[in-house]
């Protein structure tokens, strides 16, 4: 890095650093007193992914149930850390269906420099969990406790699965799940690396957490000039809705099949996360420009999204030789990343191959026909760099995504709902069974949505 583009890069943090003070986020330096625990999440998620090559596409029952333990040093701690990685070969391959590179995720969440790269998100959640924002905003890093560590990797599987087949799904996608222990006295601390719903955040105005209920759901709005960030609730929007124009049946539609997948495996009081921000001109007409993703150069092909590991086919129907992550080679026949052009069939003008399914996650290669599309209910994605949480309704960005749906019906929630229901109005609380959580939910957003 030359001195200029250091001077820069340093500007703009600055930059960033004034204006987030301002916003509820506060920057984790040296005086912070959650420090040293971002440095060890530094250390740890380095020294793990440069050590440990979990880089696997087709996915075994053994790979979900996997916890690979490490041990690291960090200059700031006299003696080893314990670092656990839980299913790294799961994550990695979900990181790869999603179009996020080994690099990109390892220089944003563990930064070799020694600067201050993570932001304490303050936050008003129950939880008492910590909340931290990587320097670009596009990870945010939540600990969690280990029952909840537990619940997910029992539903890891079904999970991954549910992106396989809605491959737009709203859900947060969580990207690396992992523990560190300072040593053999103290307890694990455990944490879950994800996408953040309101990523890129600069010019978001205004920031919603719908959960669909009444009580507890208002927040007090930011006074007039005030430039801290507030999540605003239920009880705030009111009559409001969320204009999504054309957008309005697809989103819609993949609410229905999240929380239906929420249903199954048994959990409740999740939110919609919501922001929202006015749509300029050239944002627009960029997605008037934009190709159906029923008719490419290729007839008959869908892909999920862009993708910028791959390369586009030659004329010959040839692809080149792909990134080192996937390490695959060429082919004329089949996808190239497969490498399987003995077992390739064609089948109306698109190829498929028996590993197809899962494998359309991330290639460009791979291809679907228009009936299996609609069935996956994939929509055209717009050029952002967050496209599957982005939706853009006639003259507002929505960014959108499901998070916190880790709690399950437990006896102690099943108390807690026969109390509530002595001094609240009927399903006026989010503590309710699954199944009427999710119909509630999704009644509540047709109610709001236009």
């Not at 650093?17 to 509820?24: A, F, L, S, V």
């Not at 790869?96 to 390892?106: D, F, H, K, P, T």
């Not at 959580?437 to 709001?448: I, P, Q, S, V």
Request: with cysteine; charged share 25%.
């Amino acid at each position: 890095m030359s001195k200029l583009t250091a001077v820069k890069r340093q500007g703009y943090f600055t930059h960033v650093r004034k204006r987030w003070k301002q916003k509820g986020v506060q920057e984790v330096d040296d005086q912070h007193p959650k420090y040293l625990f971002t440095q060890y999440i530094r250390h740890g998620v380095r020294s793990f992914l440069l050590n440990h090559d979990k880089k696997k596409m087709f996915l075994s029952k053994e790979d979900h149930e996997e916890v690979t333990r490490h041990e690291f040093t960090c200059p700031l701690h006299q003696s080893p850390i314990g670092f656990e990685s839980y299913a790294p070969g799961v994550f990695y391959s979900l990181r790869q269906r999603i179009g996020l590179s080994s690099v990109e995720y390892l220089e944003t969440v563990s930064p070799v420099d020694n600067q201050n790269f993570h932001y304490e998100f303050l936050t008003n959640s129950k939880s008492g969990q910590s909340f931290f924002l990587t320097r670009n905003q596009q990870y945010m890093i939540k600990t969690i406790a280990k029952s909840e560590v537990d619940f997910f990797m029992r539903i890891l599987d079904k999970y991954i699965q549910h992106f396989e087949s809605f491959p737009h799904s709203l859900l947060v996608k969580f990207v690396g799940m992992y523990s560190i222990q300072v040593s053999k006295f103290k307890k694990p601390v455990h944490f879950v690396v994800m996408l953040s719903i309101y990523y890129p955040g600069e010019r978001i105005q205004y920031r919603y957490d719908i959960k669909g209920c009444k009580i507890g759901r208002f927040t007090k709005p930011a006074e007039d000039g005030s430039n801290v960030v507030v999540i605003l609730k239920e009880q705030n929007l009111k009559d409001g809705k969320l204009f999504l124009g054309q957008q309005k049946e697809w989103f819609l539609h993949q609410i229905e099949i999240d929380t239906k997948f929420l249903q199954t495996i048994g959990v409740l009081d999740y939110s919609l996360l919501v922001g929202m921000q006015s749509l300029q001109g050239d944002e627009q007409l960029q997605n008037h420009q934009m190709p159906s993703p029923h008719h490419t150069e290729h007839s008959n092909i869908t892909p999920l999204l862009k993708t910028s590991s791959l390369s586009t086919p030659n004329s010959q129907g040839t692809g080149a030789k792909c990134s080192s992550d996937s390490e695959c080679v060429s082919s004329s026949l089949g996808c190239p990343c497969l490498g399987r052009s003995s077992s390739a069939q064609t089948n109306g003008g698109a190829v498929t191959s028996p590993s197809m399914t899962s494998h359309t996650l991330t290639c460009t290669y791979a291809t679907i026909s228009s009936e299996e599309a609609s069935r996956q209910n994939r929509r055209l994605l717009p050029n952002d760099r967050n496209e599957l949480h982005v939706i853009d309704g006639d003259d507002q960005r929505y960014y959108l995504g499901i998070i916190d749906f880790f709690t399950r019906y437990t006896f102690k929630k099943k108390l807690a709902n026969a109390y509530k229901r002595v001094i609240y109005p009927k399903l006026s609380f989010s503590t309710v069974h699954p199944d009427i959580f999710a119909d509630r939910f999704r009644k509540y957003l047709e109610d709001h949505t236009a």
